[in-house]
């Protein structure tokens, strides 16, 4: 299991992913603006 730290504006959140795993995100963002999503593992890969 890896966990993955999503961060934004007004997003801070971890979702756990196991090998082989697919897991549909949603998120709201600025329709007219400009937005941008990072995530960040504990290890490569």
């Known amino acids: 299991m890896t966990p993955l730290h999503l961060t934004g504006k007004g997003i801070d959140r971890i979702v756990r992913v196991h ?8 998120f709201r963002v600025p329709a007219g ?4 999503l990072s995530f960040e593992v ?4």
């Open 19 to 26: 090998p082989g795993q697919r897991i549909p995100l949603d």
């Open 33 to 36: 603006g400009e937005w941008n």
């Open 42 to 45: 504990p290890q490569p890969g």
